[in-house]
Structures are given as structure tokens and as C-alpha cells.
């Protein structure tokens, strides 16, 4: 199996005081979320002292991993705050390659500049000959759509090439964000996988949903606004939508995310999405919270990736290789959002 280098930015399983409303700036302590969370009250001390602690969460299917951490910040956490509201988290991300925040209505001309370079003339030359299968994340349509844009750029140069099929990518990334904007998790085309087999990506973020127990009880606004998207809104809780040019299994590719926030003075709860992967991975759901412990903050974090890669026949090696390689990844991506903005407020 190949080593996995998912995309890690923000977010983390936030418990906080059973309430009515997501939005409560009376958090609980540190203390209270290991209690709840049935930690070992040994995690408190190894955190503060700087080890970013691991611990394991139950898969919600087969094809699942999934992983949570708990890490300190040595930085107050209106410092920590501000730095999470913008885009300067993303320079943090080794596998970002470039990014677009999409706003508004997805119409094409908004995901101008995003697509492929000459220099990887030999990925899009692979994406015209996509047949079913785990080498590409695309659906019947798409594929089709492709076949037909093949038989049209016969005899075309390299630079041509590139600048037409970039025009077809980013028509289907418009469409799939329009639809999700509008019919949320349940209207994600599926990928194509074989002639009569295909993955669903809303299956398993619904799978994602409904392991959130612990936030579904201690947060039930933000649960249900990230759980029935489009139709929960609450003023609070603000919705950013991104195309991600990102590096995984060393091929590039085009994520889209959908990231949700809350800001409060007291802690901040933060999710984010990808309702489409174009290869390796199927999809994705992590939660993070943060909360003020003395002058840092602490941040939990929890994630839930899904990828045909690890289902199937010796699906128990593939899980527990696939999730050890995860969490190391998820580690070495916090230890460097750990450095970047402790070292950043410092300056």
C-alpha cells in the first residue's frame, strides 16, 4: 500500500457543556473534555509538556480510517484564533499546492487559474484515457464527458491540450459545488469503479455524521448544521467553500472543500469537508475545537477518511498500516502548524 499523505488543516472533536445552542462561550475546562472523552488523565500532562497524543476512534465502515489527537498550542487563544480566521493556516500545508476560496454562486469564471501545468502534461494525458476504475475519483458522466473531449483534441499540442482539458475540469468542479450547494451530502455524484460497481462518497459522510455521537449530544446546532447542509443555518457559524491544487500519493490533484466555523471568546469550533477527491482518497469529514487552557490553547481534533484502498480482502493489515502512516502524517502537519504560528506571534 502506498504511503498516505492526506491533506490535514483544522478541526477537532469539540465537547462541550451540554447546551440548546451550538454557539456557548462557557466552555469546559480541560479537564472535563478528557473525562468525556474517556481519556487517560495522563494526556493532560503529556500535551502541556508538548507531545501531540494520539488516540484511536471506532471506523464507521470498512473502507474508513480514523484518527484523533489531542495537542497544545503555546500561543493565548485569541493569538491561535486570529490566525485560524484567515487563509495563513493553508501556507502550513506542505501538500497545497495553490488554492481558490470560492464565494458565491459556483459559476465557471470564478475557478479561472485553477488546472494543470505543462509540466503535468503526463496526468492529463492519463485523465483522457480515464477508464472506471481507482485511478481517477470521477462518475459516469464525467467519463463520458472525457471520451467525448478525447476523440476532440486529437492532434492538438501540449499547450492546447492542457488549456482544454483545464476548461472541462473546471466545469465539473463548478457543477459538483453547484449541486452539493444546493442538495448538500446527498446530492455528491458517485465514482465509477467498475461497469456495474461505484463508490459513494455521500454514503460514507453520512457514515461520518452519524459516528458523531459525542458532538451530536454536546453540540447540537453545529452537528446539525454540518449534518443537514444546506438546510440548517445559523448566523453564527459561517460557511467557506475552497478548490485545493494538492499533492497526494505524489500526483497532483483538485479537492473541494467545505469548511465551517465558529468563533467564540471562550473556544471555536471548526469543521471541514471534501465532497470530492480527485484520486487516492474518496472523501473526508474532520471536527476540531479549541478551547483556552492558562495562556496556550488546546486543540482536539478528530477525522474520518475513506478510500477503497483499505477495504476488501486483508482490509485488517490494510487498516492498521493505512491508520498508523495517518496519524504520523496528521502529526508531522500539526507539528508544523504547531511551529509556524507559535513561531509567527513570537515575530
Known amino acids: 500500500m502506498r504511503k498516505i499523505t492526506l491533506p490535514v488543516l483544522a478541526a477537532i472533536f469539540t465537547v462541550a457543556p451540554v447546551a440548546t445552542n451550538a454557539i456557548d462561550d462557557v466552555p469546559p475546562s480541560f479537564d472535563q473534555i478528557i473525562e468525556l472523552l474517556d481519556l487517560d488523565p495522563s494526556i493532560k500532562e503529556r500535551t502541556m509538556a508538548g507531545e501531540i497524543v ?6 464507521s465502515m470498512e473502507r474508513e480510517l480514523a484518527i484523533a489527537l489531542v495537542a497544545v498550542i ?5 493569538e491561535f484564533i486570529e490566525a485560524v480566521r484567515g487563509d495563513r ?10 488554492f481558490t476560496r470560492i464565494e458565491g454562486p459556483p459559476d465557471v469564471s470564478k475557478f479561472e487559474g485553477i488546472g494543470y501545468s505543462i509540466e503535468e502534461i503526463g496526468e492529463v494525458r492519463a485523465l483522457l484515457e480515464v477508464k472506471p476504475g481507482e485511478e481517477f475519483n470521477l462518475s459516469a458522466e464525467e ?4 471520451g467525448e473531449l478525447r476523440s476532440n483534441t486529437k492532434g492538438l499540442d501540449d499547450a492546447a491540450l492542457i488549456q ?15 449541486e452539493y450547494q444546493l442538495g448538500g451530502v446527498e446530492a455528491i455524484a458517485p465514482y465509477q469503479r467498475s461497469r456495474k460497481k461505484a463508490t459513494s462518497p455521500a454514503e460514507e459522510l453520512e457514515a461520518a455524521n452519524r459516528a458523531m455521537a459525542d458532538m451530536k449530544r454536546s ?7 454540518l449534518e443537514n447542509f444546506p438546510g440548517a443555518r445559523v448566523k453564527e457559524i459561517e460557511h467557506r467553500f475552497y478548490v485545493f491544487k494538492l499533492s497526494i500519493a505524489d500526483r497532483p490533484g483538485f479537492v473541494i472543500s467545505h ?8 473556544f471555536a469550533a471548526l469543521a471541514e469537508r471534501h465532497i470530492y477527491s480527485p484520486h487516492f482518497y474518496n472523501s473526508l469529514q474532520l471536527v476540531a475545537g479549541v478551547i483556552p487552557e492558562q495562556d496556550k490553547s488546546v486543540v482536539f481534533y478528530g477525522s474520518r477518511t475513506y478510500t477503497d484502498q ?36 513570537a515575530n
Not at 453540540?219 to 448544521?225: A, K, L, S, Y
Not at 469548511?259 to 471562550?266: D, H, K
Open 54 to 59: 494520539t488516540y484511536d476512534r471506532e471506523d
Open 74 to 78: 503555546d500561543r493565548p487563544y485569541p
Open 89 to 98: 493556516l493553508l501556507q502550513y500545508n506542505q501538500f497545497i499546492l495553490d
Open 143 to 146: 467519463m463520458e464527458a472525457l
Open 164 to 178: 482544454t482539458v483545464n476548461e472541462a475540469l473546471r466545469a465539473f468542479l463548478a457543477e459538483r459545488l453547484r
Open 219 to 225: 453540540m447540537p446546532n453545529f452537528h446539525n448544521v
Open 259 to 266: 469548511r465551517i466555523y465558529f468563533f467564540g471568546n471562550q
Open 310 to 345: 483499505v477495504a476488501g480482502f486483508a482490509s485488517g493489515v490494510k487498516h492498521s498500516a493505512g491508520g498508523k502512516q495517518l496519524a504520523e502524517g496528521i502529526t508531522a502537519l500539526l507539528e508544523d502548524l504547531r511551529r509556524g504560528v507559535e513561531s509567527e506571534s
